[in-house]
């Protein structure tokens, strides 16, 4: 099945100690956001790709687009003040479809076969999100004092694409704010709605460049990726 993915793309480098915004990083003298377009550029289910940009940022971000050819994008919205702001800009701004994927475009290393089954899943349930089972031990603490170890085997790290059909999380984005509600991801805006999210096991190479230390795992893996001629 077809689908329409949006990429929030407005945010800064606070914690990536940068002075711009951290998708303009470069890994291997290539912006970060690119890896991430040429991910679902090549994917023949992508139908269209949005972004939400910074209005100052635009023009250099659509340089980038038409110098390697991403052909897939076929607008911008103007990115807001959170990013559950700049998601939705993006929903009111595509035409109508049937399964919408939501991305962190700091995230290049999502599968293709994560995809497919995102939306796949989507198509079947309504909604779905990738995930990972969390590998640590983990424990709540009240003043530095722990007051409980939780059972791991129900917790999950969870990532992006968020795969939802458009009249879903189209019928999500506006109730939030209608109700004054900011959510930290999209699926937490169809939880309110008491539809069931479905996860999608993704992989831990499905990492979002954030920190310093982000950019040397990405390199390593896109290191490896590059000599499996994944790249």
């Known amino acids: 099945m077809n689908y329409t993915v949006v990429l929030p793309a ?104 994560v995809i497919t089954r995102l939306v796949e899943t989507a198509k079947a349930c309504g909604a779905a999100i990738a995930a990972v089972p969390v590998k640590d031990t983990i424990k709540k603490a009240d003043n530095g004092i722990i007051t409980e170890t939780v059972d791991r085997n129900a917790l999950w790290m969870v990532q992006t694409p968020q795969a939802f059909t458009y009249e879903l999380i189209l019928k999500a984005a506006k109730a939030a704010v209608e109700d004054g509600f900011l959510g930290t991801d999209e699926a937490m805006l169809v939880e309110r709605l008491n539809h069931p ?30 000599q499996e001629g994944q790249r």
Not at 33 to 50: G, K, M, N, R, S
Not at 104 to 109: G, K, L, V, W, Y
Not at 202 to 208: A, I, L, P, R
């Open 197 to 226: 999210v479905q996860i999608v096991e993704s992989t831990y190479e499905n990492v979002k460049m954030t920190t310093p230390e982000d950019l040397i795992y990405g390199k390593a893996i896109l290191e490896s990726q590059i």
């Open 10 to 113: 407005a945010g800064s480098g606070k914690r990536m100690k940068a002075n711009k915004n951290k998708l303009l990083l470069e890994l291997f003298d290539k912006p970060i956001f690119l890896y991430t377009l040429e991910v679902f550029q090549q994917d023949p289910a992508c139908e269209a790709i949005w972004l939400a940009v910074k209005e100052e940022e635009r023009q250099i971000i659509d340089q980038y687009v038409t110098k390697y050819k991403i052909t897939k994008v076929h607008g911008y919205a103007d990115g807001g003040m959170e990013r559950q702001d700049s998601v939705r800009a993006c929903l009111e701004a595509i035409p109508p479809c049937g399964v919408v994927l939501v991305h962190d475009a700091a995230r290049p290393f999502i599968s293709q076969d």
